[in-house]
């Protein structure tokens, strides 16, 4: 079972309808490819098909998300601590650079780079390292390119 946020269940379940949403025109494109002729050499029909396959994956792998997933009570966690949702102002102390953390339970994939956060799932090293800080607190993450320490500025 995976922790998200009441906002990530909601736009999980969007994307899921959006999805769903596909499926009739999806099926009239892979009706007319076939009405084309020839299954064996029409592009159309073969690119249509894998698109459904693709669309229909997506559409189990949404679901289960959602059944297995469970929406975080925010209401039971102490303001000052980190938990799902939460940004988190962090300074890098071998740099001293600062930067605002998001902890979230699954990427939404959106890469902003003008955004004044930068997403972490609850599942990565520093959502890991993250979970259940207060203000003040050092973590320790192990990252690809080596330990890094950071101080909880501010929890947000």
Do not use: C, W
């Given at each position: 079972m995976q922790f998200i946020t009441a906002e990530e269940k909601q736009q999980l379940q969007q994307k899921l309808e959006r999805m769903k949403?596909?499926?009739?025109?999806?099926?009239?494109?892979?009706?007319?490819?076939?009405?084309?002729?020839?299954?064996?050499?029409?592009?159309?029909?073969?690119?249509?098909r894998e698109e459904q396959g693709?669309?229909?994956?997506?559409?189990?792998?949404?679901?289960?998300?959602?059944?297995?997933?469970?929406?975080?009570?925010?209401?039971?966690?102490?303001?000052?601590?980190?938990f799902l949702g939460s940004a988190i102002k962090l300074?890098?102390?071998?740099?001293?650079?600062e930067d605002l953390y998001k902890l979230v339970g699954e990427s939404s994939g959106n890469f902003n780079l003008d955004s004044d956060e930068i997403e972490v799932t609850a599942a990565s090293p520093m959502g890991e390292s993250l979970m259940k800080r207060r203000v003040g607190d050092v973590v320790k993450v192990d990252l690809?390119?080596?330990?890094?320490?950071?101080?909880?500025?501010e929890i947000q």
């Amino acid at each position: 079972m995976q922790f998200i946020t009441a906002e990530e269940k909601q736009q999980l379940q969007q994307k899921l309808e959006r999805m769903k949403a596909k499926r009739p025109e999806l099926s009239r494109r892979i009706g007319e490819a076939r009405d084309m002729g020839d299954l064996s050499e029409n592009a159309e029909f073969h690119a249509a098909r894998e698109e459904q396959g693709l669309l229909e994956a997506e559409i189990r792998r949404l679901e289960e998300r959602l059944k297995s997933a469970k929406v975080a009570d925010e209401s039971h966690i102490p303001q000052d601590m980190v938990f799902l949702g939460s940004a988190i102002k962090l300074r890098d102390i071998q740099t001293g650079h600062e930067d605002l953390y998001k902890l979230v339970g699954e990427s939404s994939g959106n890469f902003n780079l003008d955004s004044d956060e930068i997403e972490v799932t609850a599942a990565s090293p520093m959502g890991e390292s993250l979970m259940k800080r207060r203000v003040g607190d050092v973590v320790k993450v192990d990252l690809p390119r080596g330990t890094r320490r950071f101080e909880v500025l501010e929890i947000q």
